[in-house]
Every structure is written in C-alpha cells, then in structure tokens.
C-alpha cells in the first residue's frame, strides 16, 4: 500500500521501497516524540531523586536487585563510593524491603535467602505486639514456629541479624564469630524451647509460675552458654556469603592485602585508571601496563573447548571493589586448571584489555593467592592468651609444626594473664623447629589458638 500510494505521488517504486525500509528499521528501536517526552520526564525525575535524595533512591532501588547478587554487589560498591551508608539486617531494625534510617539506608529482611514474606510478616507482628526482641529464645517463645522453620533462623544469624543483641545487664557482648557460633548452634533448642512454652500456654499451664515466667528468668540467656568453637573470619564470610550472596563484614582476600600489595598485585579498583594493552598489536586499545596481576575470589566460572578441543576457562574475578572477567587460555589452563573452582582465591597475571563497554583479564598465570605469603614471609607469628591456653594448646601447636615442617621459623608471642597487668613475651622457638606455610596451617593454628592469633611476617 506504500509503495502504491508513493508512486501515485510521483515516487519511483525503488525509492518507495528504499523509504519503506528505512521506516521498518527505525521502527525497531524509534520512538515517537510523546514516547520520547515521557521517557525525558522519567529520566528527570530518576536523576533529581539521586542527586538529592540519594538514600532514598538507594532504598528504592536495592530491593529491585535483591535477588541478582552481582547487581546487587555493585549497587551497594556506589553506595559506598557516593558516602551512603548501608546498614546491616537487624532482626530488631530492618523491615521487609530496604528502608531510610537515621543512619542510614538499612537492609531489607527480604533480601535474606531463605526467608520469605511469611516468615518476615511473622517477625514483625511479634516485634509490634512484644517491643524489642531480647534474644532467639523469646522471639521462638511469642513467633508463628509455623511460618519460620530452621532454615530461616539459620540465615538470619549467619546474615548478621543478631548481631545487635546486647545482654540485659549491659555487659559487652562476645565476639562476633562466637555469637554466630554458638547461636546457629542453639537453634534447635530455641524452637523446642518456643514450642514447647507456646503448647503450654494454650493448654492453660500458665498458673502459678505465670509471672515467674514472664520476668524472663526461665528464659535462657542472650547467648547461649554453649561449649563451641567461634567462627574463625573465613567461617563467617562463608556464612554471610551463603545468606546474603555477598560478603558483608569484610572479604576473604582482606588478611592477604600485605602480601598482595607487596607482590605488586592491583585492586579492581586500581584497575579503573591502568590503561589497557594494544588490542591484537593493532593499537586499538590504549597503551599501557601489558602485565598486571590482580587478587581475588573465583566466580560464575565456565569451562570452554576450542576448536581444536583444547581446554580453556572464562570466570568473574572478584575483591572487595567490584569484579572483572577473567580468560585463561589452554595454554595457562594446563598449568592451572586445577586451582579454578568457584569461592577459590587466587592471584591472576596477565594482560588487561578494555573497549568502551568491556573490560577483561587475559591470563598467563593463575597461582593460589596464599602461595605470595609463603614466597614473602620469613616467619609464623602466633599470639596465645595463658590462660585460658595451656599444655594442651601447645602440645596441639607442636603437632601442627611437626606436620608441616619447613624452612620458616616460628615464634610466640605469650599474654601471660595470671598477673595484676597481663605480661606479654615474644618467643623465638629452636632451630629445629620450622614450618612451611600454608592456609591449612593457618586456619588449623587459628582454630586452636582463637580469631585473628596467627600472622606470616
């Protein structure tokens, strides 16, 4: 019908025709100017709300992606970069979506895995009939035990959401890996414990011990008196990681950032202002550091073949400022496949290549990222505490020195606490005694000897 009604106005068919198509294609991505105006007036608005109501519209906008970690990850990164703080989920603070606090932009309980619309209503209805929640004890006591199962209580603590809890005398609360610890381990107590008050309660068994009850002392403490071991760091970025899909409170790579920056290793974020390589030697890039080496975690890898049925890997390197994509050819691949597993930490060397909308790593060497502190340190720094550690702790310790017996040497630094002022003495061990580093040994040192006891120097 076009063509026909151009040509009756005098138009070739081949120039109607070539009008036509220019029509079609435009039609694919145009808009008419009341689409236009609208999208104006939008864009407007967004970009008023951001400059000045910026956690307002960070609270509108991070419940959007609560479930996309990786968008979620970098909303929260400009979040920090424009000054807004972030809160953490609090089981006393936060409600279902993202909301603006005094202090901040604080963590919405629906972005906590594992705990849906039900389970949130339900903790808020005990939170507007009961006050404050004082501990996981009396919120299973007053909660709906059939809108929240294990599964949500577990992710709550591991998210952090307990995290604010204070004893009712006021004393400081335990370290944070304990609190953790000892509440993912409780539970299961905790809601028999609710169970059971809340069967009573309906059978009418209240009676004579009703205001006993009440006062909170047949309620167990705070936090519970459990004989665990606290969460190590590691132990605890795991579990917020698993809750949350992010890390909160630090990252894994945080306790190597000595060692990486004495390698010579970059941020993510050094990496925003280091120029990129000539892209296939035809200067299409922009010239620069050809060989850089960043740290971080292993994520969303994909195992890949070429043509010639070699194998090779694309992943999502990731630190504490944000990720990059990762290409590790069959040649380095060979070397180093066995290292490339999601959550694994490694330092990665190669060639940075950037265009206007990507950037990427192009690897020549993968190396596991607690190998830089084993080629640096000269030496295993412990800190024990005498007591509560003892004859068992370093029979224990010289067991793990007999494991991994190397060229380092080990020394002690003691707490001595059996004194009006605590004594402290540094200890260099024989000769004989010499370890090789690893993140086993760190870890197994760690456990032992409590959180943050152990350092290569």
């Not at 909660?143 to 603590?157: C, G, Y």
């Not at 970025?237 to 290793?265: F, V």
């Not at 002022?421 to 040994?441: F, G, K, M, N, T």
Request: with cysteine; aromatic share 6%; net charge neutral.
């Amino acid at each position: 019908k076009f063509v026909a009604g151009a040509r009756k106005g005098g138009i070739t068919e081949k120039k109607a025709t070539k009008i036509f198509d220019l029509m079609e294609h435009f039609a694919g991505y145009g808009f008419n100017k009341s689409h236009s105006t609208a999208y104006a007036v939008l864009a407007y608005q967004t970009a008023f709300l951001k400059a000045n109501y910026p956690w307002h519209f960070a609270s509108a906008l991070l419940p959007i992606e609560s479930q996309n970690t990786e968008k979620l990850a970098l909303y929260l990164g400009e979040c920090r970069e424009r000054g807004i703080p972030v809160l953490p989920p609090d089981i006393n603070a936060s409600q279902w979506p993202f909301t603006v606090a005094a202090e901040g932009v604080r963590y919405g309980l629906a972005a906590v895995r594992n705990v849906g619309e039900g389970a949130v209503a339900a903790i808020l209805d005990v939170r507007r009939s009961h006050g404050r929640i004082r501990s996981l004890y009396t919120l299973c006591e007053e909660l709906d035990l059939r809108a929240v199962n294990k599964r949500v209580f577990e992710s709550l603590v591991k998210a952090g959401a307990f995290d604010s809890l204070v004893p009712p005398d006021g004393a400081s609360p335990p370290p944070r890996g304990l609190v953790r610890s000892r509440l993912v381990a409780a539970v299961d107590v905790a809601c028999e414990h609710g169970a059971r008050l809340q069967r009573d309660r309906d059978r009418g068994q209240g009676g004579l011990f009703e205001q006993h009850a009440q006062s909170g002392s047949d309620t167990p403490d705070v936090f519970p008196q459990i004989e665990i071991q606290a969460w190590t760091d590691a132990q605890q970025l795991a579990g917020e990681k698993e809750a949350l899909g992010l890390y909160w409170s630090g990252h894994p790579i945080d306790r190597y950032a000595a060692d990486l920056k004495q390698y010579g290793a970059k941020t993510l974020a050094d990496l925003a202002t280091t120029e990129a390589a000539p892209r296939n030697g035809n200067g299409s890039g922009r010239t620069g550091e050809a060989d850089i080496c960043v740290g971080g975690i292993v994520s969303g890898i994909r195992q890949l073949k070429t043509r010639k049925g070699d194998r090779m890997a694309v992943f999502n390197l990731e630190d504490p400022h944000g990720s990059v994509e990762v290409v590790v050819f069959p040649e380095a691949f060979s070397k180093a496949g066995a290292l490339l597993q999601n959550d694994a930490t490694i330092v990665v060397r190669g060639k940075l290549e950037r265009d206007e909308e990507l950037m990427r790593l192009l690897s020549s060497e993968v190396i596991p990222i607690e190998a830089i502190g084993e080629r640096f340190s000269r030496e295993l720094a412990i800190r024990v505490a005498v007591p509560p550690h003892g004859r068992d702790t370093f029979e224990a310790l010289a067991g793990l020195f007999a494991t991994h017996r190397g060229d380092r040497r080990v020394s002690l630094e003691l707490e001595l606490r059996g004194h009006s002022r605590p004594l402290r003495v540094r200890a260099e061990l024989a000769s004989q005694v010499r370890i090789r580093p690893s993140e086993q040994l760190l870890m197994a040192v760690e456990k032992l000897c409590g959180q943050g006891s152990v350092s290569l120097r």
